[in-house]
């Protein structure tokens, strides 16, 4: 079930959420996000202005990326389950990239009858190259 | 020759701003992403949530602009062209639900800028923070940006 529940007690350390494969970027997804964030700096919908700036052609707005990652982590544990996400966008996401984002738990904590795991989450291009690399928290409920 | 930014604006509050969330918005930005999620898409689904409605996705307040006020203004105090901009990181706190129909207010601060020599050259490092308050002045989401500029 693509957006199923997890208990707190089924999440060892180390285990690996249920990678988010993305389809590849292409140029309209861009223009999309750009209006559905208000981020329209150019450079991710002008081919030349992007070439121009230096930067080789045009590129994906980091924050979409880190939607993708957002994705990964509420598919696996469920909407509203993400307390904290900080990442930093290691690489550039161009046109035509297949993004896969995925994640590994580092640790686990109660306190209040509020369960935390943390973990490391990151996203990949499909030749293995980091893009994006962080850390999130979510709470999940407990069989308790 | 590398350009010169502006550190003067270190510190500077940004006059908060107040955003009412639209039903509409939460919904193009979660199909932006390509994120199928009913809790986020579907009004019936959402209804029958522990929230009541549909729920934005975790980094729907980076959508968060003043619209009274000029996009342009933090690359003018910094004093460089958007083509120099690269985003470094970003974080979110969430100790909330964001939630369509909701008023938020809105507070962003410049909290630090820093130089450093990157692979390319030069660069700086302007890090931002926004804290998003409800109805009863409880936070709920804090954002923190870094913006990489290119000197």
Not at chain 1, 4 to 20: H, N, Q, S
Not at chain 2, 23 to 46: C, E, H, Q, S, W
Not at chain 2, 54 to 60: C, D, G, L, Q, S
Not at chain 2, 92 to 98: D, K, R, T
Request: with cysteine.
């Amino acid at each position: 079930m693509k957006y199923g529940k997890v208990y707190f007690e089924d999440v060892p350390v180390g285990a690996e959420i249920t990678p988010l494969v993305k389809a590849p970027i292409r140029q309209i997804q861009l223009t999309r996000y750009a209006g559905a964030s208000g981020d329209f700096n150019p450079i991710h919908q002008d081919d030349e202005f992007a070439r121009a700036a230096g930067m080789g052609g045009v590129f994906a707005h980091g924050m979409l990326s880190m939607g993708f990652v957002a994705q990964s982590l509420t598919d696996w544990a469920g909407a509203g389950t993400v307390r904290k996400l900080g990442v930093r966008f290691a690489g550039l996401v161009r046109l035509k990239d297949v993004i896969t984002c995925r994640g590994r738990v580092l640790s686990k904590s109660s306190k209040d009858d509020v369960h935390l795991v943390e973990l490391e989450v990151w996203a990949e291009n499909q030749k293995g190259e980091k893009v994006v690399t962080g850390k999130a928290t979510v709470a999940l409920p407990s069989r308790g | 020759m590398p350009i010169q930014i502006n550190r003067d604006i270190v510190g500077k509050e940004y006059p908060p701003f107040a955003v009412t969330v639209e039903r509409g918005r939460i919904k193009d930005f979660a199909r932006a992403i390509g994120d199928a999620n009913p809790f986020y898409l579907d009004d019936t689904v959402g209804r029958a949530s522990e929230w009541g409605d549909v729920i934005a996705p975790p980094t729907f307040a980076v959508s968060f602009r003043d619209e009274s006020a000029d996009s342009g203004a933090m690359l003018r105090d910094l004093g460089v062209d958007v083509s120099r901009l690269l985003h470094g990181e970003q974080e979110f706190e969430l100790h909330g639900q964001l939630r369509p129909g909701e008023t938020y207010l809105c507070r962003t601060r410049i909290v630090d800028i820093y130089e450093k020599a990157g692979r390319s050259g030069p660069m700086a490092f302007v890090v931002r923070e926004m804290a998003v308050t409800d109805r009863d002045n409880h936070v709920v989401v804090t954002m923190r940006q870094v913006t990489v500029v290119r000197l």
